[in-house]
């Protein structure tokens, strides 16, 4: 139901259009007859409420037009009128065919009832017995207007002779003062009130008249600054913005002289409330932190992805060189000691990488069984050396569970939670307090509310000694955005992606603070009985083949580790640092390979568009695409353009090993 409001002063139209939409009306507003004109005929309304005295066509015009239009005339029009209030203005507007008029201030109830009779009486309404008399003679409405008009004129220019004669208007300002929505008083030279309007008895709460202005509006004993007597000046009032503590809202004020004929000044105040409106700016000022928040995110993803291939690369050959190395060495030397740090150290890296690109929203989120004990034991030695000396770490790691997780993703919860503590110890220092304990729930269980499946779990407290967090502000922490640093000390991120991390793992945190005492962060993660290997992988006896191999890709480095990699597994291997070269080689010798593997980002051709034309060549090759980093292609767009397997570099030499096997063991299948 669209209902369309036609009022020239601001105010008593937006009041309208609130009070309407509030109650599920689509609302339209105009503010003279003209406008409203145009966007009836555009799209009718099923309602019209109208002012009458109005610039540049008033209602009573608007009303005639409407209803000599044969398409218009059957929207029921509401005159809401403070200044047309006669009998003669209520004959001449329901002669025109009006609906209802109403005369201003009415209760919003009452109005709201007044509408719904009128919408049930238009659809049982005849509009064809509308006085067509008053609907063809637009003479008599200008001549009405026009009587009107004058007798406002004349009163305005008497009022303006006899300024020091109030009490003589007193009936039309009463009348004007108590249709606003803004709160006004006025306020006699010995600071008592001599007049409220209605908004301003419902903001005090009762009828203040004849109390000092000072104290019932403030509250106050003493005479406030508010009053503001001293400061106004001959020419003008003088405007503030002000929080009352008497509502806690906050109030532009307005103050404006009464000059009396006595040479006393009296003061009239207007109260307009514009708490919404900056609660309005604020969260406009919300959301452009939040935009900017999200390009720097953006920022640092492009940034992520720009460096994760050559970073990637990189690391492939410190991985490939040391596993190459750890394959000759003696074992248990000090060699190999070495070696193993070395190859730990690029799996860290790697795993770092990771992280960023996850952080970033650039990179896929695998889950695997894993043990958080180890996971937690490798964080804290991370951070103890990294927080303030005036803090302790105390452990208690007992877990023995597994769990289905990405270890990136865990170490994130972790680094998260633990930075949150010395930060809140930072000051005064304290304890920081991790237990890591396997529990089980023989039945549902309920905490803070939430319930938690029966089952078993790896429960997790991190409890710190610091500050401690208000009760204002607890239920936040968790929302994106916010934080209680200071402006480049955080992002307002950390927990809200450790609980997206952990409930997506159908686990769940909890959080519980008193300021000055410190936090405890509890995570419940569901256990898995899923096993997994404790042997490191290059550790393992790998699958090998004698088939032949094409090796591509433009870094000369990782293209010699990986071709000592496959020919340690038995391989026969052929490599290419470019897509072009081994193309040609292709061309020339189609039968002569089993498997190709290739880099995806390559000058010239890509690794991709290199697989297209291989194909193109000879259908029933299986190829292997890796890459550092890419954007543009991943396992599924891969799979969908025949590619058997897809890996992300650096490719440690088992898992490598176990892709060729199982692509050339599918492509004799």
């Not at 050396?385 to 170490?411: C, F, L, W």
């Not at 290997?533 to 032949?548: A, C, W």
């Given at each position: 139901m669209t209902i369309l409001v036609v009022e020239d002063t601001d105010d008593s139209r937006i009041l309208l259009v609130d009070l309407l939409g509030a109650q599920g009306y689509e609302v339209e507003s105009a503010v003279n007859g003209v406008e409203a004109l145009e966007k009836i005929r555009i799209a009718p309304p099923d309602i019209i409420i109208s002012d009458i005295l109005m610039p540049e066509m008033d209602g009573f015009e608007l009303c005639r037009i409407?209803?000599?239009d044969r398409q218009l005339?059957?929207?029921?029009?509401?005159?809401?009128?403070?200044?047309?209030?006669?009998?003669?203005?209520?004959?001449?507007?329901?002669?025109?065919?009006?609906?209802?008029?109403?005369?201003?201030?009415?209760?919003?109830?009452?109005?709201l009832k007044i509408i719904a009779e009128v919408m049930d009486e238009s659809e049982k309404c005849d509009p064809e017995n509308v006085n067509e008399q008053h609907m063809?003679?637009?003479?008599?409405?200008?001549?009405h207007r026009d009587a009107v008009s004058n007798k406002l004129y004349k009163k305005v220019m008497e009022l303006e002779a006899q300024k020091g004669k109030l009490k003589k208007s007193e009936k039309k300002y009463r009348m004007m003062m108590e249709s606003i929505t803004d709160a006004v008083y006025i306020c006699s030279p010995e600071r008592k009130?001599?007049?409220?309007?209605?908004?301003?008895?419902?903001?005090?709460?009762?009828?203040?008249?004849?109390?000092?202005?000072?104290?019932?509006?403030?509250?106050?004993?003493?005479?406030?600054?508010?009053?503001?007597?001293?400061?106004?000046?001959?020419?003008?009032?003088?405007?503030?913005d002000v929080f009352s503590p008497l509502d806690n809202r906050t109030y532009r004020i307005n103050n404006m002289p009464i000059y009396h004929?006595?040479?006393?000044?009296?003061?009239?105040?207007?109260?307009?409330?514009?708490?919404?409106?900056?609660?309005?700016?604020?969260?406009?000022?919300?959301?452009?932190?939040?935009l900017a928040q999200t390009q720097k995110m953006e920022s640092i993803g492009t940034l992520a992805g720009g460096i994760a291939h050559d970073f990637n690369n990189i690391l492939a050959s410190i991985i490939g060189y040391s596993e190459l190395a750890l394959g000759a060495v003696e074992k248990g030397s000090q060699m190999e000691g070495d070696l193993l740090e070395i190859h730990r150290g690029g799996l860290r890296a790697k795993e770092l990488v990771w992280q960023i690109l996850i952080f970033a929203r650039q990179s896929d989120e695998t889950v695997k069984p894993l043990k958080v004990a180890p996971l937690v034991k490798e964080t804290l030695k991370f951070i103890h050396?990294?927080?303030?000396?005036?803090?302790?770490?105390?452990?208690?790691?007992?877990?023995?569970?597994?769990?289905?997780?990405?270890?990136?993703?865990?170490?994130q919860i972790f680094m998260n939670l633990f930075t949150n503590a010395s930060h809140a110890m930072s000051r005064r220092g304290g304890t920081l307090k991790v237990d890591v304990i396997d529990t089980e729930f023989e039945k549902q269980q309920s905490i803070q509310y939430v319930a938690l499946a029966a089952g078993k779990y790896v429960k997790i407290e991190v409890s710190d000694t610091g500050e401690g967090i208000s009760n204002k502000i607890i239920d936040s922490i968790f929302d994106p955005y916010f934080t209680t640093k200071k402006q480049g000390e955080g992002t307002g991120l950390g927990l809200a992606v450790v609980q997206g991390i952990i409930e997506n793992y159908k686990g769940k945190i909890f959080v519980e603070s008193k300021v000055g005492y410190g936090s405890k962060f509890t995570v419940y993660l569901p256990s898995s009985e899923e096993k997994v290997?404790?042997?490191?992988?290059?550790?393992?006896?790998?699958?090998?083949?004698?088939?032949?191999i094409l090796l591509v890709d433009d870094e000369a480095p990782i293209v010699k580790a990986a071709k000592r990699s496959l020919e340690e597994l038995g391989y026969s291997v052929q490599t290419k640092i470019s897509a072009s070269e081994a193309l040609d080689l292709f061309k020339s010798r189609p039968n002569d390979f089993d498997l190709v593997i290739s880099d995806v980002t390559m000058p010239y051709m890509t690794g991709d568009a290199l697989a297209a034309e291989l194909m193109s060549i000879r259908p029933d090759i299986p190829i292997i695409l890796c890459t550092g980093y890419s954007k543009n292609i991943s396992d599924q767009s891969a799979a969908e353009i025949g590619i058997k397997a897809f890996a992300l570099k650096p490719v440690v030499k088992a898992d490598l090993a176990k892709t060729v096997r199982k692509v050339l063991d599918e492509a004799k299948g």
């Open positions: 409407l209803k000599k005339k059957k929207i029921p029009v509401i005159f809401y009128t403070a200044t047309y209030t006669e009998p003669r203005d209520q004959k001449l507007a329901l002669s025109m065919g009006a609906a209802r008029f109403i005369i201003k201030p009415e209760d919003p109830g009452t109005l063809e003679n637009g003479v008599i409405v200008k001549q009130i001599t007049y409220l309007n209605p908004a301003m008895k419902k903001r005090i709460g009762r009828d203040a008249t004849g109390e000092f202005c000072y104290k019932a509006l403030h509250g106050l004993d003493a005479q406030c600054e508010w009053c503001v007597f001293d400061s106004l000046k001959p020419d003008g009032g003088i405007e503030n004929d006595d040479n006393s000044v009296s003061k009239m105040s207007i109260y307009k409330d514009i708490t919404d409106y900056l609660e309005a700016v604020k969260e406009k000022k919300k959301i452009q932190n939040l050396s990294t927080i303030p000396a005036n803090i302790d770490i105390v452990s208690n790691i007992e877990s023995k569970y597994r769990i289905m997780g990405n270890p990136t993703q865990i170490h290997s404790q042997e490191p992988e290059f550790q393992k006896k790998l699958p090998t083949g004698t088939e032949s």
